[in-house]
């Protein structure tokens, strides 16, 4: 049971290029949630989604875009990267579906992607 | 929209000792959770204590304490016999139905 897993690592990115953060649980958790952690300003929530197929905008949607491609992965796309988006970023998951994840379930966080734009 | 403010960025405490970790929070909902996360220098976030605002005793768990006033609308953390494993970032969070918010996170340090 590996919990929740993300891929890269590390990236570092030229400003204009795109890419693909990958998450995936194996807790048959229902909702899935992007945040990014930058100094000072702790977690900031990106997209969630609150079941499979189905995705919302978080605090600081701009720039991203997300796809829950079944019940174990939700991905977070950068079309055109930016400096501003350099920060790590975190999947986690919640058993409880919806908003209800955030209310009642522990989340259950990734290890984190740190992601460096130039 | 409702902020969870951390007033401490860091705090130091000897291993073995007590030390409170402050936060506060605004918000206009009555019903909503309060959280404890700890980051060890490995980044995973992992949850400490948790806190229903509609429960008026406060929740423990193990060495971890909080003091929850509502009505201040404080929530502080209180690590007793501090471990050097308790060295981390610590963050308050806030859950409603609607919104989630993380404080900035306040950095310990245990002293041996």
């Known amino acids: 049971n590996a919990g929740v897993t993300q891929t890269p690592k590390f990236q570092v990115l030229k400003t204009g290029q795109s890419m693909t953060l990958q998450c995936a649980q194996d807790m048959n958790h229902n909702s899935m949630y992007w945040y990014r952690q930058d100094p000072g300003m702790g977690l900031r929530l990106i997209y969630y989604s609150a079941s499979e197929g189905t995705t919302d905008k978080g605090e600081v949607p701009n720039g991203y875009n997300v796809s829950r491609l079944n019940k174990r992965e939700f991905s977070l796309r950068l079309e055109s990267a930016a400096p501003s988006q350099t920060s790590v970023y975190f999947c986690?998951?919640?058993?409880?579906?919806?908003?209800?994840?955030?209310?009642?379930?522990?989340?259950?966080f990734g290890p984190g992607t740190r992601l460096t734009v130039t | 929209a409702q902020t969870v403010t951390q007033s401490q960025p860091e705090m130091s405490v000897q291993e073995a000792e007590t030390v409170t970790l402050s936060c506060t929070y605004d918000?206009?909902?009555?019903?909503?959770?309060l959280f404890w996360y700890k980051q060890p220098p490995s980044r995973q976030m992992i949850l400490v204590i948790r806190q229903e605002a509609y429960k008026q005793q406060n929740a423990t768990e193990n060495r971890f304490s909080v003091n929850f006033q509502k009505a201040a609308k404080s929530f502080s953390l209180k690590i007793s016999d501090s471990q050097l494993g308790d060295a981390a970032m610590y963050f308050c969070a806030y859950r409603s139905l609607n919104d989630m918010r993380f404080g900035a996170g306040t950095r310990l340090t245990v002293k041996p």
């Open positions: 986690a998951s919640s058993q409880f579906p919806g908003l209800a994840g955030f209310y009642l379930g522990e989340q259950y």
């Open positions: 918000t206009s909902e009555s019903d909503y959770y």
